[in-house]
């Protein structure tokens, strides 16, 4: 009988979004008059640009006749996509990057679980922490990870802990790490890093030759000035990040898939002899033997997104979302609570009041407002005694949130 | 600096169709007014279905109005997608399939090529030979292959030749395997198992607890009674296969990108201690940690597929390319050739004419009557002295090539 990867063992169940539903269940049948607001939720709400759909229907009468139909694409995207991006997201920043240094796909959720298919399953691995958990659990199937402890660590893997306590900056290890995980803005916190907090990861990288695997599936809301885009605005960034970008949140491609990851050509691993390899190769050779390509309609979308039209109703939805953040974030500090992110992020970060656990908090807010949220401990240790929150919700359920908390705390 | 997955770099370039593009690049520039023919082209090249069109055009109308906009959908693909499928391709042909045993995906290549990620990579693995590329090259990325001999083939995987000698039947390993791969109707030699053939196979997986990985890939192109579109026809596959479906050749989906796997519950493989844990309880976890599910505009395309119009379109479709696939044989044949394949297969398997290799003939072909195949070498070591010629081109262009092929060997 086949062997299964024993890896896959070590895996708990997920059970964080399922516990929150047998919760709000329970709520619900206790309470059926209650009005819940759901705050916790982590996927968008706001409808596709104008420009997307209408170059999605384009794209899908091309396929309707054998003149324009289109069948398998390049494997890393096409090219009028691929320009896009560059032209766009890099350019303009001072990011000069080659077509075959951007590989298209079906989202950063793909391809931060898959980048782990070209390293070797002897890497050490550092995440911060709180941490989306898609970086953990790939590790663990690769056999990065070790065994999970008792403390909800696990042996491998070095946990760089972001709090209130440290401002939420991760601390630069004192040890050389083979792969360090970064997500700025952040996920689960909404926390930023500014360009001089994030040239001190590069210069740790070059220094220690780390591979830095960057995700930047947020970029979309940054709007202050001194908080990076891509780590490529960094100097030195391309000789050690990989750098990971989504549609999703930037312009509500969550159930249309796509993303895109860049892997510079200066970008190095190596053998356990010493010789250098450039991963840009292994990246290709990866996506070209177990990926097909995005559909074709779908790059057709995320081309639009970066038509003049594109870029003003992408802003508009973003700016829907940050002004949720604003309200939210005004709101729980008026209340008295301690909220970080949601500046230039979609997410909020909540202190619990004092001696309240995550889960507590959770519980309180579901029974006293009828709110619901996300318990920050379901994205690692140092989450406990905080909550998530997202601005992806109605603006009106926002401010009847916030009246709610008004009131609850006066 | 993190140590590359050394088994990439195992791998030699695929140079087959580059190889192929300089060739007929060279021609075209020494003969600038020869009208070529394409004849080894693998991509569809008939518009997608008018179902599928309609379907596309309103899922992009519900992705432009909030009240009916879909963010995430279900890793494992929409309900309404995988109870399309399970009624239509399984449900009539007496397999019963739970929901929860069907995973849609963005194409069979993704998941041929990440099924290894939940089996060890010490499993010993068989092909049959010539083949799918993705079975090998997905194989040596884990690790399963060993070492690329001299003779073109790997070291540690267990080669089937198929060829006119066996009557492309793969003979019966007379050692146990853990993974053996099979696809029926095959690629690229266009040959079929009939169902007594394949339970041999299920017979042989259940006696040494083998996993038999089946690509169904071409299944909509079957027309003769007696050959199974579904391993599961053969009673025992659900406890020993898991079964790759795509509706890229089915639908023209090559652009699209959908496809779908089934793991049945009862197939399981072992821990090295010997507990059994089930394949699809791993699979689930696979897609959940490192896919998003596919576009929720190509499921309701694939939906349509299934309507009654669906179903007729997508059988004209087909038959087109059965009579391009019948109109080469024939002719071929006429020749004085010896076919196989092209009956229930996009795929014809030409014997080179005596004493001519894989690529002498594709070079004759290429010269004398301008027509372009993929030399059968390309595909495994038991391809030589054979072309791959497909049948998705055009019928001008089919009845042209053989008007050609009929002067040249007259």
Same mark, same amino acid.
Request: glycine share 8%; proline share 5%.
């Given at each position: 009988?086949?062997?299964?990867?024993?890896?896959?063992?070590?895996?708990?169940?997920?059970?964080?979004?399922?516990?929150?539903?047998?919760?709000?269940?329970?709520?619900?049948?206790?309470?059926?008059?209650?009005?819940?607001?759901?705050?916790?939720? #982590?996927?968008?709400?706001?409808?596709?640009?104008?420009?997307?759909?209408?170059?999605?229907?384009?794209?899908?009468?091309?396929?309707?006749?054998?003149?324009?139909?289109?069948?398998?694409?390049?494997?890393?995207?096409?090219?009028?996509?691929?320009?896009?991006?560059?032209?766009?997201?890099?350019?303009?920043?001072?990011?000069?990057?080659?077509?075959?240094?951007?590989?298209?796909?079906?989202?950063?959720?793909?391809?931060?679980?898959?980048?782990?298919?070209?390293?070797?399953?002897?890497?050490?691995?550092?995440?911060?922490?709180?941490?989306?958990?898609?970086?953990?659990?790939?590790?663990?199937?690769? #056999?990065?990870?070790?065994?999970?402890?008792?403390?909800?660590?696990?042996?491998?893997?070095?946990?760089?802990?972001?709090?209130?306590?440290?401002?939420?900056?991760?601390?630069?290890?004192?040890?050389?790490?083979?792969?360090?995980?970064?997500?700025?803005?952040?996920?689960?916190? #909404?926390?930023?890093?500014?360009?001089?907090?994030?040239?001190?990861?590069?210069?740790?990288?070059?220094?220690?030759?780390?591979?830095?695997?960057?995700?930047?599936?947020?970029?979309?809301?940054?709007?202050?000035?001194?908080?990076?885009?891509?780590?490529?605005?960094?100097?030195?960034?391309?000789?050690?990040?990989?750098?990971?970008?989504?549609?999703?949140?930037?312009?509500?491609?969550?159930?249309?898939?796509?993303?895109?990851?860049?892997?510079?050509?200066?970008?190095?691993?190596?053998?356990?002899?010493?010789?250098?390899?450039?991963?840009?190769?292994?990246?290709?050779?990866?996506?070209?033997?177990?990926?097909?390509?995005?559909?074709?309609?779908?790059?057709?979308?995320?081309?639009?997104?970066?038509?003049?039209?594109?870029?003003?109703?992408?802003?508009?939805?973003?700016?829907?979302?940050?002004?949720?953040?604003?309200?939210?974030?005004?709101?729980?500090?008026?209340?008295?609570?301690?909220?970080?992110?949601?500046?230039?992020?979609?997410?909020?970060?909540?202190?619990?009041?004092?001696?309240?656990?995550?889960?507590?908090?959770?519980?309180?807010?579901?029974?006293?407002?009828?709110?619901?949220?996300?318990?920050?401990?379901?994205?690692?240790?140092?989450?406990?005694?905080?909550?998530?929150?997202?601005?992806?919700?109605?603006?009106?359920?926002?401010?009847?949130?916030?009246?709610?908390?008004?009131?609850?705390?006066?």
């Amino acid at each position: 009988m086949a062997i299964v990867n024993e890896n896959f063992l070590k895996l708990p169940g997920s059970y964080l979004f399922s516990d929150i539903a047998k919760k709000v269940n329970a709520f619900k049948i206790a309470h059926p008059e209650a009005k819940l607001i759901r705050l916790g939720i #982590g996927d968008v709400t706001r409808p596709l640009p104008p420009a997307c759909i209408e170059a999605m229907h384009r794209a899908v009468d091309e396929m309707a006749h054998a003149e324009t139909f289109r069948g398998y694409g390049p494997e890393q995207g096409y090219d009028f996509l691929i320009e896009a991006i560059i032209a766009n997201d890099f350019a303009p920043r001072g990011v000069q990057l080659k077509a075959s240094e951007v590989f298209v796909s079906d989202g950063a959720k793909s391809d931060t679980g898959n980048i782990g298919d070209i390293l070797q399953g002897c890497n050490s691995v550092a995440v911060t922490d709180p941490v989306y958990p898609v970086y953990i659990d790939s590790n663990v199937m690769s #056999g990065r990870a070790g065994d999970l402890q008792e403390d909800g660590r696990w042996s491998r893997i070095t946990y760089l802990p972001c709090t209130a306590e440290n401002g939420f900056i991760p601390q630069i290890p004192d040890i050389r790490m083979d792969m360090v995980y970064l997500c700025y803005p952040n996920n689960p916190t #909404g926390t930023t890093l500014t360009k001089e907090q994030l040239k001190q990861w590069v210069d740790y990288a070059l220094a220690n030759d780390s591979l830095i695997l960057f995700d930047a599936a947020y970029e979309a809301f940054i709007r202050e000035d001194n908080v990076p885009h891509s780590i490529y605005e960094i100097e030195g960034a391309k000789q050690c990040a990989i750098e990971f970008r989504s549609f999703s949140k930037t312009a509500g491609f969550t159930g249309v898939r796509c993303g895109y990851t860049v892997v510079p050509e200066e970008v190095m691993a190596r053998t356990s002899n010493g010789e250098r390899v450039s991963l840009n190769r292994l990246w290709n050779r990866r996506q070209c033997t177990k990926f097909n390509g995005t559909s074709y309609v779908t790059q057709r979308a995320a081309e639009a997104i970066y038509s003049p039209e594109g870029k003003k109703q992408v802003k508009e939805t973003i700016d829907y979302y940050l002004e949720n953040a604003r309200i939210m974030r005004e709101g729980f500090i008026q209340a008295g609570f301690q909220v970080f992110g949601g500046v230039n992020s979609p997410y909020l970060w909540l202190k619990t009041p004092e001696g309240c656990t995550s889960w507590q908090f959770f519980d309180r807010l579901l029974n006293d407002v009828h709110v619901v949220g996300t318990p920050g401990v379901g994205f690692g240790p140092s989450g406990e005694g905080y909550l998530r929150l997202t601005a992806f919700g109605k603006r009106e359920d926002c401010i009847e949130a916030m009246k709610r908390i008004a009131k609850w705390t006066k």
